[in-house]
């Protein structure tokens, strides 16, 4: 019996260890702590312009750098890379990319493990980190999901007290994420001890008489890149902005309410638990943010 459960994955690029190889052929050890214990973290940055003429432009990466530097310490990982470096990895994957001449946006996916030894709880000095990367075509939201908004469900976040950490232990995001798959929604919106939190994997938004406000930055949520780029574009606008510990009452009496990722970039929620947020339709300030944020995407450098 064949052994190779590989064999059905793509031939596309990724980056292992310093080469590049293909998806089909890369190959960790089993006693990777990445795999034995999830020992790791990882990143996930949008680039844009990629198409031949334009060169990529890697959205936010000085502050998706400085996250991923930010959990690299957490962890007690050595960053084995440079932030020139980890840009060049990603504009080496998109060159080998066979839809690169025809794909304008790509997701960059990167992650660090702590590295090979037997299995040992503690965190063991002087391993090599193992290093794996992606750079894929964007799977973003659809004209319709922006047109209609999405629903979502709600649920209590169960998952640990270190979500500032951009873990790849990511079961406690992947049991949140499949109630709502399970419920035809796009995302679960997570409460912990009666407050917002944020969502399985997305930060989430409350919009109230005008007013946009999101959970605190602690250790209860992951602080999305999305964080300075919302409160940057509320402030230019006009937009009150606060971050402060929001009850669950506040969420299903908000006005809009709003999910914010890499991907999804501002996405709005119309339907919560099977019932409309406020009108029922994508409010004013989402127009006015996701607008913002285009205009973002363009005027960043290459």
Request: glycine share 8%; aromatic share 8%; net charge neutral.
């Amino acid at each position: 019996m064949s052994t190779d459960f590989s064999s059905h994955l793509p031939a596309l690029p990724c980056h292992l260890n310093g080469a590049i190889t293909t998806l089909d052929k890369a190959r960790v050890s089993a006693l990777d702590r990445g795999f034995i214990f999830g020992d790791g973290v990882y990143e996930g940055i949008p680039v844009y312009g990629g198409r031949p003429g334009q060169a990529p432009r890697l959205f936010r990466f000085e502050q998706h750098m400085a996250r991923l530097e930010r959990s690299l310490e957490e962890v007690r990982i050595e960053n084995p890379h440079t932030r020139a470096e980890w840009k060049q990895i990603a504009l080496d994957l998109i060159a080998a990319h066979p839809e690169a001449a025809t794909t304008p946006d790509w997701f960059y996916y990167l992650q660090i493990t702590r590295g090979v030894a037997l299995r040992e709880h503690v965190m063991l000095p002087g391993l090599t980190p193992t290093v794996f990367a992606t750079c894929l075509p964007m799977q973003a939201p659809c004209a319709g999901q922006r047109a209609a908004g999405v629903a979502c469900v709600t649920a209590d976040d169960f998952r640990w007290k270190k979500a500032h950490i951009k873990s790849i232990s990511l079961l406690g995001a992947v049991f949140a994420r499949q109630i709502s798959a399970d419920a035809g929604a796009v995302e679960t919106i997570l409460f912990r001890d009666g407050f917002l939190s944020e969502a399985a994997a997305s930060n989430v938004w409350v919009v109230k008489d005008g007013k946009v406000m999101g959970p605190p930055k602690d250790n209860l949520v992951l602080e999305g890149i999305r964080y300075g780029l919302i409160e940057e574009i509320c402030r230019a606008a006009s937009i009150p902005f606060a971050l402060r510990r929001i009850p669950r009452a506040e969420v299903l009496a908000a006005d809009e309410l709003l999910l914010s990722s890499s991907v999804k970039e501002v996405l709005p929620v119309t339907r919560l638990d099977g019932r409309p947020v406020g009108s029922g339709q994508p409010g004013p300030v989402y127009q006015k943010i996701y607008a913002a944020y285009q205009q973002a995407k363009e005027q960043t450098p290459a």
